[in-house]
C-alpha cells in the first residue's frame, strides 16, 4: 500500500491547542469496527461500550519533563535538548538543536546551575550522548526545570504540565504522552471498576519516532523504532482470564494495542516480559487479542492510522475521519477521541 492511501485534508484550526476544560468532557465518536456506524457521544459516555467481564488496559507510562534549555558554558549560546534514552551512569542519548553548537566535549550549563551537561559522543543518527552532573535526585531536577516535550503541532505553552500526563502515569520514562489516556478521571476510572470492568496497567515508553512522519511512499519499507514495554504478571492474568472467560479486550490507546500484539501468542494469550518492540501495524495485520479500541484522531500518513486502518478498514477509518472534520471534532494529542467497537 501507499503512503498516499491514508492522507486527508485536515484545517490547521481543528488541531487541538489545548487539553479539553474536564478531561472527559472531549467529544467521542464511536466507529462500527465492521459496520462503519458512527456515533456522536461524550468520553464519559465510553461507559456505555464496556461491560461486566471486560478487560480495560491502560498504559501507565509517564512523560519526562525531558526538554531543557542549555547556555553553552564558553560562549553563553543557548541550544535546546531533547532527552531521549538512560543509557546509566547519567548519561542521556539526546536530540540537540542547532546540532553544531553541540560537539563532543562542549559544556553546558542548565536552569542556573541545576544541572550541568557535557557532550561525550556524536552518533551516527546525530544524535548526542550527554554526560550530566548535579545535586540530588537527577528526576527531582529534571521536574525542577524540564518542559514537556509537546508535538511540533502544538505551539500553545502548556500552563499546567499535569495536564499532558494521564491521571494514573506512574513508571518514568516516555518523551511523549500515551494521550488516548488524557481523557480518563479519577471518578470515571471508579465507574468502570464499579460497573465490573478489570483494569489492566501495562507500561510502554513512547519514543521521540511517533512524532516522525513515513518518508517511504511504498508503506511496507518503512522503518518503525523501538520502544520498551513492560507487562506484569498481575497485568497479563486480568487479560487471560478476561479471554478465557470470553470478556472483551479493550486497549485504550495505539501503545497498549502495539504492546498486547507484540506480546501475545497466536491466540492472544500474554506472557508477563519486559521487552522492546517495533511492530509495524497496517491493513492486512490478523489481531491476535484486543477486541475493541479507544484512541485520538491521528497525523495524515502515519503509522498510528495506518494501525486504525488495520483495525476497522481504510474506508470506513477515512469516512469517520471525514465526518468528523465535518463536525469540528478536534485533532491530536489534546484532541477529541474515538471508540471503534463492533457494538454499532
Given amino acids: 500500500m501507499k503512503k498516499s492511501d491514508f492522507y486527508f485534508?485536515?484545517?490547521?484550526?481543528?488541531?487541538?491547542?489545548?487539553?479539553?476544560?474536564?478531561?472527559?468532557?472531549?467529544?467521542?465518536?464511536?466507529?462500527?469496527?465492521?459496520?462503519?456506524n458512527?456515533?456522536?457521544r461524550h468520553f464519559y459516555d465510553i461507559l456505555d461500550y464496556l461491560h461486566e467481564g471486560d478487560c480495560l488496559v491502560l498504559n501507565n507510562s509517564k512523560v519526562l519533563p525531558?526538554?531543557?534549555?542549555?547556555?553553552?558554558?564558553?560562549?553563553?549560546?543557548?541550544?535546546?535538548?531533547?532527552?531521549?534514552?538512560?543509557?546509566?551512569?547519567?548519561i542521556w542519548e539526546c536530540i540537540a538543536g542547532p546540532g553544531k553548537r553541540a560537539k563532543t566535549g562542549t559544556e553546558f550549563i542548565f536552569g542556573n546551575n541545576i544541572l550541568h551537561g557535557t557532550v561525550t559522543d556524536v552518533l551516527e543518527n546525530g544524535n548526542r550522548l550527554v554526560k550530566?552532573?548535579?545535586?540530588?535526585?537527577?528526576?527531582?531536577?529534571?521536574?525542577?526545570?524540564?518542559?514537556?516535550?509537546?508535538?511540533?503541532?502544538?505551539?500553545?505553552?502548556?500552563?499546567?504540565?499535569?495536564?499532558?500526563?494521564?491521571?494514573?502515569?506512574?513508571?518514568?520514562?516516555?518523551?511523549?504522552?500515551?494521550?488516548?489516556?488524557?481523557?480518563?478521571?479519577?471518578?470515571?476510572?471508579?465507574?468502570?471498576?464499579?460497573k465490573g470492568v478489570?483494569?489492566?496497567?501495562?507500561?510502554?515508553?513512547?519514543?521521540?519516532?511517533?512524532?516522525?512522519?513515513?518518508?517511504?511512499e511504498d508503506i511496507e519499507d518503512h522503518d518503525?523504532?523501538?520502544?520498551?514495554?513492560?507487562?506484569?504478571p498481575e497485568a497479563a492474568e486480568v487479560i487471560n482470564t478476561t479471554k478465557k472467560n470470553g470478556g472483551k479486550i479493550i486497549c485504550t490507546g495505539t501503545t497498549c494495542c502495539r504492546t498486547l500484539e507484540s506480546a501475545s501468542d497466536e491466540n492472544g494469550f500474554i506472557k508477563p516480559c519486559s521487552n522492546s518492540t517495533n511492530i509495524f501495524i497496517y491493513p492486512g495485520y490478523k489481531f491476535k487479542c484486543i477486541d475493541t479500541l479507544i484512541t485520538?484522531?491521528?497525523?495524515?500518513?502515519?503509522?498510528?492510522i495506518m494501525l486504525v486502518s488495520a483495525f476497522c478498514g481504510r474506508e470506513n477509518t477515512l469516512n469517520a475521519y471525514k465526518v468528523a472534520i465535518e463536525n469540528k471534532y478536534h485533532f491530536f494529542s489534546f484532541g477529541d477521541s474515538t471508540i471503534i467497537t463492533d457494538e454499532i
Avoid: C, W
Fill in 38 to 40: 458512527l456515533e456522536h
Fill in 224 to 232: 518503525m523504532h523501538y520502544e520498551n514495554y513492560f507487562i506484569s
Fill in 198 to 216: 478489570k483494569i489492566a496497567y501495562i507500561t510502554l515508553h513512547v519514543g521521540i519516532g511517533t512524532f516522525r512522519p513515513v518518508k517511504a
Fill in 132 to 194: 550530566f552532573t548535579y545535586d540530588g535526585v537527577f528526576l527531582e531536577r529534571l521536574e525542577e526545570i524540564g518542559e514537556m516535550p509537546l508535538p511540533h503541532y502544538i505551539t500553545k505553552k502548556l500552563e499546567d504540565k499535569e495536564r499532558y500526563q494521564t491521571v494514573y502515569a506512574k513508571n518514568d520514562g516516555s518523551a511523549a504522552a500515551p494521550t488516548a489516556g488524557l481523557h480518563y478521571t479519577p471518578e470515571l476510572l471508579e465507574k468502570i471498576i464499579e
Fill in 9 to 36: 485534508d485536515l484545517p490547521e484550526e481543528l488541531i487541538a491547542q489545548s487539553p479539553a476544560e474536564k478531561r472527559d468532557h472531549s467529544r467521542l465518536l464511536v466507529i462500527g469496527k465492521n459496520s462503519g
Fill in 66 to 90: 525531558a526538554r531543557l534549555y542549555g547556555i553553552k558554558k564558553d560562549t553563553g549560546a543557548n541550544v535546546e535538548f531533547l532527552l531521549l534514552n538512560n543509557k546509566g551512569d547519567d
Fill in 296 to 304: 485520538n484522531f491521528h497525523l495524515p500518513e502515519s503509522t498510528l
